[in-house]
């Protein structure tokens, strides 16, 4: 077990999951005054964002997969506050933040823009997969939306023409964060997992069940795929100095 996860044991004994991978780091990001969706301020973000790609002793990952544990933990607004502050960091670097939730897409509401044309159709058609990220005002940013949804949408992950598109996202950009849906319902989080450089998981405080944390840990475990990081999100209740110093 990690070092960051004996600290969060003993700052909230109820929520931290236990996780065996050794590299697993451990983020807690809060919830804003008397509102109800979680909010995350530019030091949160920007403290995530060193742990998983300035800090790394190797090569940092390129491609990472954000995925909660059950719906509503949190994930859509980390990966895109995970993508803002890396395109904002890295300047010339160029950012795509792909939205592959076809179970509950958000991304394209957060950020105000259509969501027509995106990745249901990048794996449906030929074109370059560049054609179908949208460029964010945001310099150095891109969203690859969930595109035009169907009945059979979330089918489409688990086509080789998945593969051959986040390969090309690869090439394309710098770094790519994919926003999955959550991995106590669905397989989805792992494929896109197994064909990223790792995954990162976000648990929602008072709400994950340590047995859910668990199991979904397993089965990643299981398929190989390397848990970059531990996020617990929403906590409400404030951590001491002394902790922080050490997370």
């Not at 929520?15 to 807690?28: K, Y």
């Not at 940092?60 to 933990?73: E, K, L, S, Y």
Request: hydrophobic share 40%.
């Amino acid at each position: 077990m990690s070092k960051h996860f004996e600290l969060m044991q003993q700052i909230e004994k109820e929520q931290v999951q236990e996780v065996s991978d050794s590299r697993v780091t451990c983020s807690d990001f809060t919830e804003n005054g008397n509102q109800s969706e979680s909010i995350w301020t530019n030091d949160e973000a920007q403290r995530l964002v060193q742990q998983l790609f300035a800090f790394q002793v190797k090569e940092p990952p390129r491609t990472v997969t954000f995925a909660g544990i059950d719906h509503g933990n949190g994930c859509s607004r980390i990966s895109a506050a995970v993508a803002e502050t890396l395109a904002k960091n890295n300047r010339g670097r160029r950012v795509c933040l792909v939205e592959a939730n076809f179970r509950s897409p958000a991304l394209p509401g957060m950020f105000g823009v259509p969501n027509h044309f995106g990745l249901t159709e990048a794996l449906l058609r030929d074109e370059a997969v560049s054609q179908f990220a949208k460029p964010l005002p945001q310099q150095n940013l891109w969203l690859l939306s969930s595109g035009t949804l169907a009945v059979d949408s979330p089918s489409l992950l688990a086509s080789e023409q998945l593969r051959t598109r986040i390969a090309e996202l690869r090439q394309e950009f710098d770094f790519v964060i994919v926003d999955a849906p959550p991995l106590n319902r669905y397989s989805d989080g792992i494929v896109l997992g197994q064909l990223s450089d790792g995954l990162v998981l976000v648990i929602e405080a008072n709400t994950t069940r340590r047995e859910a944390a668990a199991a979904v840990t397993q089965n990643l475990h299981a398929a190989k795929v390397p848990i970059l990081a531990a996020v617990l999100n929403k906590r409400t209740f404030p951590i001491p100095e002394s902790i922080y110093k050490i997370l």
